[in-house]
């Protein structure tokens, strides 16, 4: 399967601990980005890497957030002390950059981790 | 800032009928457009895109145009199937010049059910 991969697919947690999710893009992929999508909404825009690079940030990744991509191929995405409000479901995606200015690169999603913090 | 607008569901309706489901936006610039659909159980995959106004992306037997007057990006399909049950999610992608690196801004999702 070459697909875009997610681990692990679900997590319960207990307020207050810290988790990680792992995220394997499609290889050759230099793109990744993270979203989160809570019950009933789309997914939100959280971060992206182009290869090792984070290159930006949204507001809404408080510093309890941290992402990395070290090699620029999987990426982590960890919460420390966590909140109820993060229970969400967490997607990466990956897509192809060849440049090119406007050109839209597809982005392609995973299956996503679905975290719940009790 | 850019947003998207969708209608909300769920739109239920009977296999075989017309299908719409419509789609507004704001934004800086020139977007690109898409849909987006969520089958259950199953990742996001792109439906259709269209990235310059009056570009008609079409997939599946899904249609939509991007309307740059009416900034809408509305789905249409002539006759569903019970297999188009899902949750389906417009975005769109802000040009680069303002800034948006092709990170995707979804509307809050339409559940379609389709019943025999």
């Known amino acids: 399967d070459t697909g875009v991969s997610q681990d692990p697919r679900h997590k319960i947690t207990k307020r207050g601990q810290n988790v990680t999710f792992r995220c394997d893009p499609i290889?050759?992929?230099?793109?990744l980005y993270w979203y989160r999508q809570t019950l009933g909404q789309g997914p939100e825009f959280l971060t992206y890497?182009?290869?090792?690079?984070?290159?930006?940030k949204s507001r809404l990744l408080s510093d309890r957030f941290s992402a990395e991509r070290p090699k620029g191929s999987f990426s982590t995405l960890e919460i420390q002390r966590t909140e109820q409000g993060d229970s969400a479901m967490y997607l990466c995606?990956?897509?192809?950059?060849?440049?090119?200015?406007?050109?839209?690169?597809?982005?392609?999603f995973g299956p996503g981790t679905r975290l719940t913090v009790l | 800032g850019n947003s998207v607008t969708q209608m909300e569901g769920p739109v239920t309706l009977s296999e075989e009928a017309f299908l719409t489901i419509n789609c507004t936006y704001t934004?800086?610039?020139?977007?690109?457009l898409f849909w987006y659909v969520q089958y259950p159980g199953e990742g996001l995959q792109l439906l259709l895109k269209?990235?310059?106004?009056?570009d008609k992306g079409s997939n599946k037997g899904f249609e939509a145009t991007y309307r740059k007057e009416t900034t809408s990006f509305h789905l249409e399909k002539g006759s569903v199937q019970v297999s188009d049950s899902a949750v389906y999610f417009c975005?769109?992608?802000?040009?680069?010049?303002?800034?948006?690196?092709?990170?995707?801004?979804f509307g809050a999702g339409t559940r379609l059910a389709v019943h025999p």
């Open positions: 995606a990956s897509s192809l950059n060849r440049g090119g200015g406007r050109l839209y690169n597809e982005q392609f």
């Open positions: 290889s050759e992929h230099n793109r």
């Open positions: 890497f182009q290869n090792e690079a984070q290159l930006e």
């Open positions: 934004a800086t610039g020139y977007p690109s």
């Open positions: 269209a990235t310059k106004a009056d």
């Open positions: 975005a769109l992608s802000a040009a680069p010049f303002s800034g948006g690196y092709n990170k995707l801004i």
